[in-house]
Nanobody
Framework: QVQLVESGGGLVQVGGSLRLSCAAS????????MGWFRQAPGKEREFVAA???????RYVDSVKGRFTISRDNAKNTAYLQMNNLKPEDTAVYYC???????????????WGQGTQVTVSS
């Protein structure tokens, strides 16, 4: 089992920045692919970013150049640095962990409880 706890959400103005953290406990963190997803009110959950155990990254087109996913295996923590935030980034953000195959397949086994990000205009 892997437990995931997100933090770092909040209210920010358009153009501002936030850094989300996802602290993991349980099985060895370094072997897992990590992902970030988000769900806005009335919309389906969507993929945002992923990082493989080896550090490869991928992003949804709408956040490329603005968001950066990273991981610190020594701290069992994944991060999502969000810059130049827009109102359409408002959502509950979830981190997820899964086996290496999750990086390409989006099917993660473990999920955090979510953290709210609100971007005001």
């Amino acid at each position: 089992q892997v437990q995931l706890v997100e933090s770092g959400g909040g209210l920010v103005q358009v153009g501002g920045s936030l850094r989300l953290s996802c602290a993991a406990s349980g099985r060895p963190f370094s072997s897992y692919a990590m992902g970030w997803f988000r769900q806005a009110p009335g919309k389906e959950r969507e993929f945002v970013a992923a990082i493989s155990w080896g550090g490869n990254t991928r992003y949804v087109d709408s956040v490329k150049g603005r968001f950066t996913i990273s991981r610190d295996n020594a701290k069992n923590t994944a991060y999502l640095q969000m810059n130049n935030l827009k109102p359409e980034d408002t959502a509950v953000y979830y981190c997820a962990a899964g086996p290496p195959s999750s990086y390409a397949r989006y099917d993660y086994d473990y999920w955090g409880q979510g953290t709210q990000v609100t971007v005001s205009s």
